[in-house]
Protein backbone atom coordinates (compact mmCIF):
# COMPACT_ATOMS: atom_id res chain seq x y z
CA UNK A 1 0.00 0.00 0.00
CA UNK A 2 1.39 3.90 -0.87
CA UNK A 3 1.98 5.06 2.31
CA UNK A 4 2.99 8.75 0.33
CA UNK A 5 0.93 11.05 2.97
CA UNK A 6 2.45 9.46 6.01
CA UNK A 7 2.67 11.63 8.80
CA UNK A 8 0.12 13.86 7.26
CA UNK A 9 -3.49 15.10 8.62
CA UNK A 10 -6.46 15.79 6.74
CA UNK A 11 -9.73 17.30 7.15
CA UNK A 12 -12.74 15.92 4.69
CA UNK A 13 -15.62 17.43 5.01
CA UNK A 14 -18.67 16.24 4.24
CA UNK A 15 -17.36 13.01 4.79
CA UNK A 16 -20.24 11.08 5.69
CA UNK A 17 -21.17 9.33 2.35
CA UNK A 18 -20.22 9.81 -1.29
CA UNK A 19 -17.05 11.54 -2.76
CA UNK A 20 -15.76 12.35 0.50
CA UNK A 21 -16.06 8.92 2.44
CA UNK A 22 -14.20 8.01 -0.42
CA UNK A 23 -11.62 10.84 -0.05
CA UNK A 24 -11.40 9.83 3.65
CA UNK A 25 -10.67 6.28 2.23
CA UNK A 26 -8.15 7.05 -0.70
CA UNK A 27 -5.98 9.41 2.17
CA UNK A 28 -5.94 7.43 4.54
CA UNK A 29 -4.75 4.23 2.48
CA UNK A 30 -2.47 6.99 1.26
CA UNK A 31 -1.07 7.08 4.92
CA UNK A 32 -2.55 10.15 6.37
CA UNK A 33 -4.48 10.68 9.64
CA UNK A 34 -8.03 12.05 8.25
CA UNK A 35 -10.70 13.87 10.42
CA UNK A 36 -14.02 12.81 9.17
CA UNK A 37 -16.27 15.79 8.82
CA UNK A 38 -20.04 15.46 8.53
CA UNK A 39 -22.94 17.70 9.99
CA UNK A 40 -24.49 14.50 10.69
CA UNK A 41 -22.15 12.92 13.79
CA UNK A 42 -23.26 9.22 13.40
CA UNK A 43 -22.61 9.24 9.64
CA UNK A 44 -18.94 11.01 10.61
CA UNK A 45 -18.62 8.01 12.52
CA UNK A 46 -19.51 5.56 10.66
CA UNK A 47 -17.19 6.42 7.99
CA UNK A 48 -14.60 6.67 11.05
CA UNK A 49 -15.26 3.88 12.65
CA UNK A 50 -14.41 1.51 9.18
CA UNK A 51 -11.29 3.22 8.12
CA UNK A 52 -10.21 2.33 11.84
CA UNK A 53 -11.34 -1.09 11.29
CA UNK A 54 -8.80 -0.87 8.42
CA UNK A 55 -5.90 -0.21 9.90
CA UNK A 56 -6.11 3.74 9.68
CA UNK A 57 -6.45 6.49 11.64
CA UNK A 58 -9.39 8.57 11.86
CA UNK A 59 -11.40 10.60 13.94
CA UNK A 60 -15.12 11.67 12.98
CA UNK A 61 -15.74 15.21 14.47
CA UNK A 62 -19.76 16.98 13.54
CA UNK A 63 -19.47 19.86 12.41
CA UNK A 64 -21.96 22.60 10.31
CA UNK A 65 -19.45 23.64 7.80
CA UNK A 66 -21.21 27.00 6.58
CA UNK A 67 -20.94 28.12 9.92
CA UNK A 68 -17.32 29.90 10.96
CA UNK A 69 -17.40 29.01 14.54
CA UNK A 70 -17.90 25.40 14.01
CA UNK A 71 -15.32 25.39 11.42
CA UNK A 72 -13.07 26.91 13.68
CA UNK A 73 -13.92 24.36 16.36
CA UNK A 74 -12.81 21.66 13.43
CA UNK A 75 -9.50 23.01 13.03
CA UNK A 76 -8.76 24.01 16.65
CA UNK A 77 -9.71 20.30 17.80
CA UNK A 78 -7.87 18.70 14.52
CA UNK A 79 -4.95 20.42 15.63
CA UNK A 80 -5.48 19.26 19.84
CA UNK A 81 -5.67 15.44 18.51
CA UNK A 82 -3.88 14.90 15.64
CA UNK A 83 -0.89 17.28 16.06
CA UNK A 84 -1.70 19.84 13.05
CA UNK A 85 -3.15 20.04 9.86
CA UNK A 86 -1.85 19.66 6.65
CA UNK A 87 -4.83 18.68 4.20
CA UNK A 88 -8.29 20.51 4.22
CA UNK A 89 -10.66 18.98 1.31
CA UNK A 90 -13.65 21.61 1.52
CA UNK A 91 -15.46 18.83 0.12
CA UNK A 92 -19.01 19.52 1.78
CA UNK A 93 -22.03 20.52 -1.17
CA UNK A 94 -25.60 20.57 -1.63
CA UNK A 95 -27.78 20.46 -4.89
CA UNK A 96 -31.57 21.60 -5.16
CA UNK A 97 -32.54 21.79 -8.77
CA UNK A 98 -34.98 24.14 -9.13
CA UNK A 99 -34.97 27.14 -11.93
CA UNK A 100 -33.80 30.45 -10.86
CA UNK A 101 -37.46 31.74 -10.64
CA UNK A 102 -38.89 29.29 -8.32
CA UNK A 103 -35.29 29.29 -6.52
CA UNK A 104 -36.24 31.20 -3.01
CA UNK A 105 -33.98 33.61 -0.92
CA UNK A 106 -33.52 30.40 1.44
CA UNK A 107 -32.63 28.23 -1.14
CA UNK A 108 -29.56 30.69 -2.51
CA UNK A 109 -28.57 31.41 0.69
CA UNK A 110 -28.71 27.06 1.64
CA UNK A 111 -26.90 26.39 -1.50
CA UNK A 112 -24.55 29.53 -1.51
CA UNK A 113 -23.69 29.33 2.22
CA UNK A 114 -22.79 25.28 2.14
CA UNK A 115 -21.46 24.98 -1.70
CA UNK A 116 -19.31 28.74 -1.66
CA UNK A 117 -19.26 30.62 1.71
CA UNK A 118 -18.37 27.06 3.48
CA UNK A 119 -15.44 26.14 1.30
CA UNK A 120 -14.00 29.62 1.86
CA UNK A 121 -14.44 29.56 5.74
CA UNK A 122 -13.17 25.86 5.60
CA UNK A 123 -9.78 27.43 3.79
CA UNK A 124 -9.75 30.45 5.99
CA UNK A 125 -9.50 28.38 8.99
CA UNK A 126 -6.83 26.03 7.99
CA UNK A 127 -3.83 28.77 6.58
CA UNK A 128 -2.96 29.55 9.93
CA UNK A 129 -2.34 25.89 11.21
CA UNK A 130 -1.10 24.90 7.65
CA UNK A 131 1.47 27.88 8.19
CA UNK A 132 2.81 26.59 11.45
CA UNK A 133 3.04 23.13 9.59
CA UNK A 134 5.65 24.68 6.76
CA UNK A 135 3.04 24.63 3.80
CA UNK A 136 -0.11 22.54 3.16
CA UNK A 137 -2.99 21.64 0.21
CA UNK A 138 -6.22 23.19 0.27
CA UNK A 139 -8.98 21.36 -1.85
CA UNK A 140 -12.19 22.62 -2.98
CA UNK A 141 -15.15 20.33 -4.45
CA UNK A 142 -16.51 22.46 -8.06
CA UNK A 143 -18.33 20.57 -10.66
CA UNK A 144 -18.51 20.71 -14.78
CA UNK A 145 -21.24 22.28 -14.10
CA UNK A 146 -19.53 25.25 -12.89
CA UNK A 147 -18.53 25.50 -17.09
CA UNK A 148 -21.05 23.17 -18.62
CA UNK A 149 -24.43 24.06 -18.38
CA UNK A 150 -27.35 22.05 -17.11
CA UNK A 151 -30.63 23.68 -16.67
CA UNK A 152 -32.10 23.50 -13.04
CA UNK A 153 -28.57 24.98 -11.38
CA UNK A 154 -28.06 28.14 -11.78
CA UNK A 155 -27.16 28.90 -8.10
CA UNK A 156 -25.32 25.71 -7.70
CA UNK A 157 -23.25 26.78 -10.69
CA UNK A 158 -22.73 29.94 -9.82
CA UNK A 159 -21.24 28.77 -6.79
CA UNK A 160 -19.27 25.94 -7.91
CA UNK A 161 -17.62 28.87 -10.37
CA UNK A 162 -17.17 30.50 -7.57
CA UNK A 163 -14.66 27.88 -5.59
CA UNK A 164 -12.56 27.37 -9.33
CA UNK A 165 -11.74 30.99 -9.13
CA UNK A 166 -11.29 30.74 -5.16
CA UNK A 167 -8.85 28.71 -5.70
CA UNK A 168 -7.04 30.25 -8.81
CA UNK A 169 -6.65 33.63 -6.52
CA UNK A 170 -6.18 32.04 -3.33
CA UNK A 171 -3.23 29.83 -4.63
CA UNK A 172 -1.65 33.27 -5.18
CA UNK A 173 -1.97 34.54 -1.31
CA UNK A 174 -0.49 31.52 -0.02
CA UNK A 175 2.07 29.91 -1.90
CA UNK A 176 4.33 31.96 -0.62
CA UNK A 177 3.88 29.90 2.48
CA UNK A 178 4.14 26.81 0.50
CA UNK A 179 0.42 26.17 0.84
CA UNK A 180 -1.00 24.78 -2.31
CA UNK A 181 -4.69 25.65 -3.62
CA UNK A 182 -6.51 23.67 -6.54
CA UNK A 183 -10.12 22.31 -7.34
CA UNK A 184 -11.13 19.33 -8.81
CA UNK A 185 -14.86 18.77 -10.98
CA UNK A 186 -16.11 15.92 -11.06
CA UNK A 187 -18.43 14.82 -13.68
CA UNK A 188 -21.06 12.38 -12.98
CA UNK A 189 -20.22 9.45 -10.04
CA UNK A 190 -21.77 6.74 -8.74
CA UNK A 191 -22.96 7.97 -5.16
CA UNK A 192 -25.88 8.13 -2.54
CA UNK A 193 -26.41 12.06 -4.34
CA UNK A 194 -26.97 10.29 -7.65
CA UNK A 195 -29.44 7.60 -6.61
CA UNK A 196 -31.50 10.02 -4.65
CA UNK A 197 -31.42 12.08 -8.18
CA UNK A 198 -33.72 9.35 -9.69
CA UNK A 199 -36.06 8.28 -6.78
CA UNK A 200 -39.05 10.46 -8.57
CA UNK A 201 -38.18 8.13 -11.71
CA UNK A 202 -39.45 4.97 -12.85
CA UNK A 203 -36.89 2.09 -13.47
CA UNK A 204 -36.94 2.17 -16.86
CA UNK A 205 -36.78 5.89 -16.96
CA UNK A 206 -33.80 5.67 -14.66
CA UNK A 207 -31.89 3.24 -16.82
CA UNK A 208 -32.49 5.16 -19.87
CA UNK A 209 -31.03 8.52 -18.06
CA UNK A 210 -28.23 6.25 -16.80
CA UNK A 211 -27.05 4.83 -19.89
CA UNK A 212 -27.79 8.19 -21.93
CA UNK A 213 -25.42 9.59 -19.21
CA UNK A 214 -22.43 6.80 -20.20
CA UNK A 215 -22.59 7.83 -23.35
CA UNK A 216 -22.39 11.43 -22.80
CA UNK A 217 -18.44 10.69 -21.64
CA UNK A 218 -15.55 9.42 -23.92
CA UNK A 219 -15.14 6.57 -21.26
CA UNK A 220 -18.73 5.64 -21.46
CA UNK A 221 -19.36 4.50 -17.77
CA UNK A 222 -19.98 6.66 -14.63
CA UNK A 223 -17.44 7.50 -12.76
CA UNK A 224 -16.30 6.09 -9.26
CA UNK A 225 -16.19 7.95 -5.97
CA UNK A 226 -13.00 6.63 -5.63
CA UNK A 227 -11.86 8.54 -9.18
CA UNK A 228 -12.09 11.45 -6.97
CA UNK A 229 -10.74 10.31 -4.19
CA UNK A 230 -7.63 9.41 -6.56
CA UNK A 231 -7.16 12.65 -7.95
CA UNK A 232 -7.21 14.15 -4.38
CA UNK A 233 -4.62 12.28 -3.15
CA UNK A 234 -2.05 12.86 -6.10
CA UNK A 235 -3.31 16.63 -5.45
CA UNK A 236 -2.12 16.39 -1.81
CA UNK A 237 1.04 14.88 -2.90
CA UNK A 238 4.79 15.16 -3.26
CA UNK A 239 4.10 14.45 -6.79
CA UNK A 240 2.26 17.14 -7.51
CA UNK A 241 4.23 19.93 -5.32
CA UNK A 242 4.29 22.37 -8.61
CA UNK A 243 0.59 22.45 -8.81
CA UNK A 244 -1.17 25.07 -7.78
CA UNK A 245 -4.45 26.99 -8.38
CA UNK A 246 -5.73 24.54 -11.19
CA UNK A 247 -9.21 23.10 -11.32
CA UNK A 248 -8.60 19.72 -12.20
CA UNK A 249 -11.47 17.74 -14.10
CA UNK A 250 -12.14 14.08 -13.56
CA UNK A 251 -14.98 13.54 -15.82
CA UNK A 252 -14.32 10.66 -17.96
CA UNK A 253 -14.23 12.98 -21.26
CA UNK A 254 -17.74 14.56 -20.54
CA UNK A 255 -16.59 17.88 -21.02
CA UNK A 256 -14.34 16.96 -24.15
CA UNK A 257 -17.43 15.89 -25.51
CA UNK A 258 -19.68 18.21 -24.53
CA UNK A 259 -19.83 21.75 -26.39
CA UNK A 260 -19.44 24.89 -24.64
Keep these: MSQELKGQVA ?22 SVVVNDIHQDEA ?3 AMSIVESGGVAVAIAAD ?19 GLDIMHANAGVERYKTLETTSDEDMDFLIGVDLRGALIC ?7 MRNRGGGSIIFTSSVQATHSLPGCVVY ?28 SPGTH ?7 NFDSYETDEALE ?34 ITGINLVVDGG ?4 KKL
Design 254 to 257: FTAV
Design 123 to 129: ARHSIPA
Design 157 to 184: AAAKAGVIAAARTLALEVGVDAIRVNSV
Design 45 to 47: DRV
Design 65 to 83: ISQSSEVARLVSTTVDRLG
Design 209 to 242: VIESIKQANALKRIGTAEDIGNAVVFLCSAKANY
Design 11 to 32: IVTGAGSGLGEASARCLSEAGA
Design 190 to 196: DTPMLTR
